[in-house]
């Protein structure tokens, strides 16, 4: 498997992958930190620089917003959104209460292209740090 980076890689890899009959998830990752007075809200409520705000199949047609520099629109080949759809999950405490919008975050760096084990690689939980040994 081959992975371009920068902006060929960018638009060379969906049409690639889109060729072959393969799938690819693209992950809109929240881009920067919102931040609110009461720590609650801050905590519970606001979108925070790495959570993971939808999972769509490639080729989703995003909106304008999702295009700006708030978001970075992550592209995985050769895997199915389906596979990803649980970092859309909120982090709830022992109660089932909100304690942050998303469990998990991703540290991205800028790439708009990445392997599924970069991805994995880049995974943070909310509350502990993921590898490869550990689910959780």
Do not use: Q
Not at 98 to 117: H, M, Q
């Amino acid at each position: 498997m081959f992975i371009i980076r920068g902006v060929a890689g960018f638009l060379a890899a969906p049409l690639f992958y889109w060729y072959r009959g393969l799938k690819m998830a693209e992950i809109l990752v929240f881009n920067r930190n919102n931040t609110h007075p009461d720590p609650k809200i801050d905590a519970e409520a606001m979108w925070k620089l790495g959570d993971v705000v939808v999972v769509k199949e490639d080729g989703h047609p995003w909106g304008k917003e999702e295009l700006t520099s708030t978001f970075l629109i992550v592209k995985i080949p050769g895997a199915p959104a389906a596979k990803f759809i649980e970092y859309e999950l909120p982090d709830l405490d022992e109660n089932g209460f909100p304690v942050a919008k998303r469990l998990y975050k991703l540290n991205v760096d800028g790439s708009k292209t990445i392997s599924e084990p970069e991805l994995l690689s880049s995974i943070e939980s909310k509350r502990v740090k993921l590898d490869a040994n550990n689910s959780k």
